[in-house]
Protein backbone atom coordinates (compact mmCIF):
# COMPACT_ATOMS: atom_id res chain seq x y z
CA UNK A 1 0.00 0.00 0.00
CA UNK A 2 1.57 3.41 -0.80
CA UNK A 3 2.47 5.69 1.70
CA UNK A 4 -0.23 8.29 1.40
CA UNK A 5 -2.30 5.69 0.62
CA UNK A 6 -1.40 3.87 4.61
CA UNK A 7 -1.52 7.20 6.73
CA UNK A 8 -4.73 8.20 5.26
CA UNK A 9 -6.20 5.38 6.33
CA UNK A 10 -4.36 5.56 9.67
CA UNK A 11 -5.50 8.93 10.34
CA UNK A 12 -9.13 7.75 9.33
CA UNK A 13 -8.73 4.78 12.32
CA UNK A 14 -7.60 7.30 14.57
CA UNK A 15 -10.31 10.33 13.98
CA UNK A 16 -12.73 7.90 14.58
CA UNK A 17 -11.87 6.03 17.25
CA UNK A 18 -14.46 6.15 20.03
CA UNK A 19 -13.65 3.51 22.27
CA UNK A 20 -12.59 3.32 25.98
CA UNK A 21 -10.10 5.81 27.07
CA UNK A 22 -6.15 4.82 25.60
CA UNK A 23 -3.22 6.09 26.99
CA UNK A 24 -0.01 6.18 24.67
CA UNK A 25 2.73 6.89 25.89
CA UNK A 26 5.59 7.79 23.20
CA UNK A 27 8.68 6.98 25.21
CA UNK A 28 10.69 8.62 22.92
CA UNK A 29 11.57 12.65 23.55
CA UNK A 30 12.44 12.81 19.44
CA UNK A 31 8.70 11.44 18.98
CA UNK A 32 7.01 14.21 21.34
CA UNK A 33 8.73 16.65 19.15
CA UNK A 34 7.64 15.55 15.95
CA UNK A 35 4.60 14.62 17.12
CA UNK A 36 3.55 18.01 18.19
CA UNK A 37 5.26 19.41 15.34
CA UNK A 38 3.41 17.70 12.51
CA UNK A 39 0.13 18.73 14.32
CA UNK A 40 -0.86 15.04 15.14
CA UNK A 41 -2.07 16.00 18.76
CA UNK A 42 -4.41 18.03 17.31
CA UNK A 43 -6.52 14.56 14.89
CA UNK A 44 -6.41 12.82 18.44
CA UNK A 45 -10.30 12.47 19.87
CA UNK A 46 -10.43 13.30 23.16
CA UNK A 47 -10.73 9.62 24.20
CA UNK A 48 -6.65 9.03 23.03
CA UNK A 49 -4.70 10.62 25.87
CA UNK A 50 -0.80 11.11 24.76
CA UNK A 51 1.64 10.69 27.39
CA UNK A 52 5.55 11.92 27.11
CA UNK A 53 7.38 9.31 29.01
CA UNK A 54 11.17 8.99 29.93
CA UNK A 55 13.06 8.78 26.61
CA UNK A 56 15.22 11.64 26.45
CA UNK A 57 18.58 10.57 27.81
CA UNK A 58 19.60 14.26 29.48
CA UNK A 59 16.03 14.85 30.84
CA UNK A 60 16.35 11.12 33.17
CA UNK A 61 20.21 12.05 33.87
CA UNK A 62 20.23 12.58 37.68
CA UNK A 63 21.38 16.05 38.83
CA UNK A 64 23.85 13.63 40.77
CA UNK A 65 25.70 12.99 38.18
CA UNK A 66 25.68 16.91 36.59
CA UNK A 67 26.96 17.82 40.53
CA UNK A 68 29.90 14.89 39.45
CA UNK A 69 30.78 16.71 36.47
CA UNK A 70 30.86 20.14 38.20
CA UNK A 71 33.43 18.78 40.71
CA UNK A 72 35.44 17.15 37.62
CA UNK A 73 36.25 20.43 35.93
CA UNK A 74 36.32 22.85 39.13
CA UNK A 75 38.14 20.55 41.97
CA UNK A 76 39.76 18.10 39.59
CA UNK A 77 40.43 20.82 37.01
CA UNK A 78 39.70 18.04 34.29
CA UNK A 79 38.61 19.40 30.99
CA UNK A 80 34.82 18.47 30.55
CA UNK A 81 33.64 17.69 26.46
CA UNK A 82 30.17 17.01 26.09
CA UNK A 83 26.88 17.28 23.85
CA UNK A 84 25.85 20.86 24.22
CA UNK A 85 22.59 19.70 25.97
CA UNK A 86 24.17 19.01 28.97
CA UNK A 87 25.69 22.61 29.40
CA UNK A 88 22.76 24.21 30.60
CA UNK A 89 21.20 21.30 32.77
CA UNK A 90 21.22 22.35 36.59
CA UNK A 91 23.04 20.65 39.12
CA UNK A 92 22.34 21.14 42.66
CA UNK A 93 24.28 24.39 43.04
CA UNK A 94 24.70 24.61 39.14
CA UNK A 95 25.39 23.98 35.83
CA UNK A 96 28.22 23.49 33.93
CA UNK A 97 27.66 26.91 32.40
CA UNK A 98 27.72 27.37 35.69
CA UNK A 99 31.51 26.50 36.34
CA UNK A 100 32.68 27.54 33.25
CA UNK A 101 31.61 31.21 34.07
CA UNK A 102 33.82 30.22 36.82
CA UNK A 103 36.43 29.14 34.56
CA UNK A 104 36.16 25.39 34.09
CA UNK A 105 37.06 24.18 31.20
CA UNK A 106 33.58 22.78 29.68
CA UNK A 107 33.71 21.75 25.48
CA UNK A 108 31.07 21.08 23.23
CA UNK A 109 31.96 18.25 21.14
CA UNK A 110 29.99 16.19 18.28
CA UNK A 111 31.17 13.05 18.88
CA UNK A 112 33.27 10.95 21.88
CA UNK A 113 36.06 10.10 18.93
CA UNK A 114 36.10 13.55 19.24
CA UNK A 115 36.81 14.29 22.58
CA UNK A 116 39.59 11.54 21.71
CA UNK A 117 41.31 13.76 19.45
CA UNK A 118 41.26 16.74 22.03
CA UNK A 119 43.13 14.58 24.56
CA UNK A 120 45.67 13.74 21.61
CA UNK A 121 45.99 17.41 20.70
CA UNK A 122 46.44 18.47 24.74
CA UNK A 123 48.37 15.82 26.26
CA UNK A 124 48.75 18.60 29.25
CA UNK A 125 45.13 18.01 30.18
CA UNK A 126 43.21 15.16 31.79
CA UNK A 127 39.61 15.53 29.43
CA UNK A 128 36.61 13.71 30.53
CA UNK A 129 33.84 12.98 28.08
CA UNK A 130 30.15 13.10 29.42
CA UNK A 131 29.12 9.83 28.21
CA UNK A 132 25.14 9.78 28.51
CA UNK A 133 22.52 8.32 26.33
CA UNK A 134 20.49 4.89 25.40
CA UNK A 135 21.68 2.13 23.43
CA UNK A 136 21.88 4.24 20.00
CA UNK A 137 25.09 6.20 21.33
CA UNK A 138 26.63 3.74 23.76
CA UNK A 139 28.60 2.18 21.26
CA UNK A 140 30.29 5.70 20.42
CA UNK A 141 31.63 5.43 23.67
CA UNK A 142 33.08 2.45 23.84
CA UNK A 143 34.49 3.01 20.63
CA UNK A 144 36.44 6.01 21.84
CA UNK A 145 37.67 3.74 24.87
CA UNK A 146 38.58 1.05 22.98
CA UNK A 147 40.49 3.18 20.63
CA UNK A 148 42.20 5.46 23.63
CA UNK A 149 43.65 1.90 24.57
CA UNK A 150 44.44 1.07 21.77
CA UNK A 151 46.90 4.14 21.05
CA UNK A 152 47.90 4.55 24.22
CA UNK A 153 46.06 8.08 25.50
CA UNK A 154 46.57 8.06 29.05
CA UNK A 155 44.62 11.41 29.54
CA UNK A 156 41.00 10.28 28.33
CA UNK A 157 38.32 9.03 30.00
CA UNK A 158 34.67 8.62 30.49
CA UNK A 159 31.98 9.79 33.07
CA UNK A 160 29.28 7.16 32.45
CA UNK A 161 25.57 7.70 32.64
CA UNK A 162 24.61 5.23 29.75
CA UNK A 163 21.44 3.39 29.96
CA UNK A 164 19.30 0.91 28.99
CA UNK A 165 15.74 0.86 28.56
CA UNK A 166 14.21 -2.66 29.02
CA UNK A 167 14.09 -2.27 32.53
CA UNK A 168 12.61 0.87 32.74
CA UNK A 169 9.74 -0.30 30.39
CA UNK A 170 8.93 -2.40 34.04
CA UNK A 171 9.56 0.08 35.64
CA UNK A 172 6.51 2.30 33.85
CA UNK A 173 4.11 -0.99 33.46
CA UNK A 174 0.30 0.74 34.11
CA UNK A 175 1.54 4.03 33.21
CA UNK A 176 0.08 3.78 29.59
CA UNK A 177 -2.02 1.27 27.84
CA UNK A 178 0.62 1.29 25.54
CA UNK A 179 4.13 2.43 24.06
CA UNK A 180 5.40 4.15 21.31
CA UNK A 181 8.78 2.22 21.23
CA UNK A 182 11.81 4.15 20.07
CA UNK A 183 12.83 3.25 16.11
CA UNK A 184 16.42 4.67 17.09
CA UNK A 185 16.63 2.38 19.72
CA UNK A 186 15.13 -0.40 18.66
CA UNK A 187 18.09 -0.37 15.06
CA UNK A 188 20.20 -1.63 18.18
CA UNK A 189 18.08 -3.66 19.90
CA UNK A 190 15.99 -5.16 17.59
CA UNK A 191 12.24 -7.01 18.37
CA UNK A 192 13.23 -9.71 21.09
CA UNK A 193 12.80 -6.80 24.03
CA UNK A 194 9.76 -6.45 23.09
CA UNK A 195 8.71 -9.63 22.29
CA UNK A 196 9.94 -10.50 26.27
CA UNK A 197 7.88 -7.45 27.40
CA UNK A 198 4.73 -8.94 25.83
CA UNK A 199 5.07 -12.72 26.31
CA UNK A 200 6.50 -11.90 30.10
CA UNK A 201 4.66 -9.04 31.10
CA UNK A 202 2.40 -8.09 29.11
CA UNK A 203 3.56 -5.10 28.11
CA UNK A 204 2.23 -3.95 24.35
CA UNK A 205 4.26 -1.25 21.92
CA UNK A 206 4.17 -0.75 18.56
CA UNK A 207 8.09 0.73 17.02
CA UNK A 208 7.51 3.57 15.25
CA UNK A 209 9.47 6.22 13.08
CA UNK A 210 9.64 9.78 13.07
CA UNK A 211 7.65 11.32 9.76
CA UNK A 212 4.28 12.29 10.46
CA UNK A 213 2.73 9.11 7.67
CA UNK A 214 5.43 6.67 10.23
CA UNK A 215 3.88 8.19 13.39
CA UNK A 216 0.36 8.09 12.25
CA UNK A 217 0.38 4.29 10.96
CA UNK A 218 2.04 3.24 14.78
CA UNK A 219 -1.13 5.17 16.01
CA UNK A 220 -3.13 3.16 14.39
CA UNK A 221 -1.57 0.17 14.76
CA UNK A 222 -2.19 0.68 18.68
CA UNK A 223 -5.80 1.30 18.09
CA UNK A 224 -6.27 -1.82 16.48
CA UNK A 225 -4.27 -4.23 18.49
CA UNK A 226 -6.04 -2.89 21.56
CA UNK A 227 -9.36 -3.45 20.20
CA UNK A 228 -8.45 -6.90 20.08
CA UNK A 229 -7.72 -7.34 23.36
CA UNK A 230 -4.16 -9.07 23.75
CA UNK A 231 -0.61 -7.95 24.56
CA UNK A 232 1.17 -6.78 21.19
CA UNK A 233 4.39 -6.12 19.91
CA UNK A 234 4.80 -4.87 16.35
CA UNK A 235 7.47 -2.85 14.02
CA UNK A 236 5.94 -0.38 11.80
CA UNK A 237 9.57 0.69 10.92
CA UNK A 238 10.47 -2.05 9.21
CA UNK A 239 12.75 -0.26 6.78
CA UNK A 240 15.28 0.55 9.55
CA UNK A 241 14.18 -1.70 12.14
CA UNK A 242 15.47 -5.35 11.62
CA UNK A 243 14.00 -8.53 14.00
CA UNK A 244 17.51 -8.86 14.68
CA UNK A 245 18.93 -4.98 15.54
CA UNK A 246 22.20 -4.98 15.33
CA UNK A 247 24.01 -7.55 17.00
CA UNK A 248 27.74 -6.33 15.72
CA UNK A 249 26.87 -3.37 18.32
CA UNK A 250 25.53 -5.57 21.18
CA UNK A 251 28.84 -7.52 21.28
CA UNK A 252 31.24 -4.37 21.24
CA UNK A 253 29.31 -2.99 24.01
CA UNK A 254 28.98 -6.12 25.75
CA UNK A 255 32.59 -6.99 25.47
CA UNK A 256 33.67 -3.22 27.11
CA UNK A 257 30.56 -2.37 29.40
CA UNK A 258 28.50 -4.61 31.96
CA UNK A 259 24.73 -3.92 33.26
CA UNK A 260 24.90 -1.95 36.73
CA UNK A 261 21.85 -0.34 38.55
CA UNK A 262 21.38 3.32 37.63
CA UNK A 263 19.37 6.63 38.85
CA UNK A 264 16.97 7.59 36.17
CA UNK A 265 15.27 11.61 37.05
CA UNK A 266 11.53 10.82 38.49
CA UNK A 267 11.68 6.78 38.05
CA UNK A 268 14.25 6.51 41.02
CA UNK A 269 17.27 4.00 40.75
CA UNK A 270 16.51 0.65 38.48
CA UNK A 271 18.26 -2.35 38.58
CA UNK A 272 20.55 -3.41 35.77
CA UNK A 273 19.33 -0.53 33.79
CA UNK A 274 23.26 1.06 33.27
CA UNK A 275 26.21 0.23 31.71
CA UNK A 276 29.62 0.35 33.15
CA UNK A 277 33.11 0.18 32.17
CA UNK A 278 34.35 -3.44 32.96
CA UNK A 279 37.43 -3.62 35.62
CA UNK A 280 40.12 -4.41 32.74
CA UNK A 281 38.99 -1.17 31.45
CA UNK A 282 38.95 0.73 34.87
CA UNK A 283 41.42 3.37 33.77
CA UNK A 284 38.58 4.96 31.37
CA UNK A 285 36.39 5.40 33.72
CA UNK A 286 36.37 8.92 35.33
CA UNK A 287 35.00 8.09 38.95
CA UNK A 288 37.40 5.64 39.73
CA UNK A 289 40.66 7.38 37.89
CA UNK A 290 39.34 10.14 39.99
CA UNK A 291 38.11 9.31 43.42
CA UNK A 292 34.91 10.53 42.59
CA UNK A 293 32.81 10.56 45.98
CA UNK A 294 29.43 8.96 46.08
CA UNK A 295 27.25 12.14 45.64
CA UNK A 296 23.65 12.74 46.14
CA UNK A 297 21.46 16.13 44.01
CA UNK A 298 19.10 17.95 45.84
CA UNK A 299 16.52 18.90 43.15
CA UNK A 300 15.26 22.51 43.11
CA UNK A 301 11.49 21.85 45.02
CA UNK A 302 10.01 23.58 42.27
CA UNK A 303 10.71 21.54 39.56
CA UNK A 304 8.22 18.95 38.52
CA UNK A 305 10.34 16.81 35.85
CA UNK A 306 10.27 13.68 37.92
CA UNK A 307 6.65 13.79 37.16
CA UNK A 308 6.57 14.69 33.79
CA UNK A 309 9.13 11.99 33.18
CA UNK A 310 6.38 9.30 34.51
CA UNK A 311 3.74 10.26 32.92
CA UNK A 312 1.87 11.92 35.89
CA UNK A 313 1.99 15.38 35.15
CA UNK A 314 1.86 17.48 31.97
CA UNK A 315 4.06 20.18 32.04
CA UNK A 316 1.43 22.85 31.97
CA UNK A 317 0.70 21.33 35.34
CA UNK A 318 3.77 23.01 36.68
CA UNK A 319 3.44 25.81 38.29
CA UNK A 320 7.08 27.25 36.72
CA UNK A 321 6.34 26.31 33.53
CA UNK A 322 6.33 28.97 30.79
CA UNK A 323 7.30 31.30 34.01
CA UNK A 324 10.10 31.29 35.70
CA UNK A 325 11.20 27.95 33.69
CA UNK A 326 11.43 28.58 29.87
CA UNK A 327 13.94 26.99 27.39
CA UNK A 328 16.06 31.32 28.22
CA UNK A 329 15.89 30.15 31.70
CA UNK A 330 15.42 26.55 33.21
CA UNK A 331 14.83 24.98 36.34
CA UNK A 332 14.24 21.55 35.14
CA UNK A 333 16.43 19.30 32.40
CA UNK A 334 12.93 19.00 30.60
CA UNK A 335 13.32 22.00 29.12
CA UNK A 336 16.91 22.47 28.47
CA UNK A 337 16.89 19.50 26.25
CA UNK A 338 15.82 19.43 22.82
CA UNK A 339 14.13 16.07 23.33
CA UNK A 340 12.54 17.07 26.50
CA UNK A 341 8.47 17.34 26.58
CA UNK A 342 8.70 20.58 28.56
CA UNK A 343 10.47 22.55 25.87
CA UNK A 344 8.10 20.64 23.17
CA UNK A 345 5.17 22.03 25.11
CA UNK A 346 6.73 25.63 25.64
CA UNK A 347 7.79 25.54 21.82
CA UNK A 348 4.98 23.41 19.86
CA UNK A 349 1.68 23.28 22.70
CA UNK A 350 0.68 27.09 23.43
CA UNK A 351 -2.58 26.32 22.29
CA UNK A 352 -3.07 23.29 24.57
CA UNK A 353 -1.34 24.67 28.06
CA UNK A 354 -2.66 28.18 27.36
CA UNK A 355 -6.26 26.50 27.04
Same mark, same amino acid.
Given at each position: ? !?????? &? /???????????? /???????????????????????? !????????? !????? =????????????????????????????????????????????????????????????????????????????? &???????????????????????????? &?????????????????????????????????????????????????????????????????????????????? &????????????????????????????????????????????????????????????????????????????????? /??????????????????? =????? /?????????
Amino acid at each position: M !PINESA &T /KARDIITSYNGS /KLRIMEVCGTHTHEIFKLGIRRLL !PDSIELISG !PGCPV =CVTPISYIDEAVMLALDKHVTITTFGDLIRVPGTEMSLAGARSKGAKVNVVYSPLDSLEYAKKHPDEQVVFLAVGFE &TTTPGSVISVREAQRTGVQNFSILTANK &TMFNAYLVLKGSADAFLYPGHVSTMTGMADYYRLRDEYGISGVVAGFTGSEVLVALAAIIKKVEEGEPFALNCYPAVV &TEEGSPTARKLVDSLMEPCDSEWRGLGVIKNSGLKLRSEYSEYDARIKFDLPELEGTPNPACRCGEVLLGKFKPYDCKVFG /KGCTPEHPIGACMVSGEGA =CSAFY /KYGGDIWNR
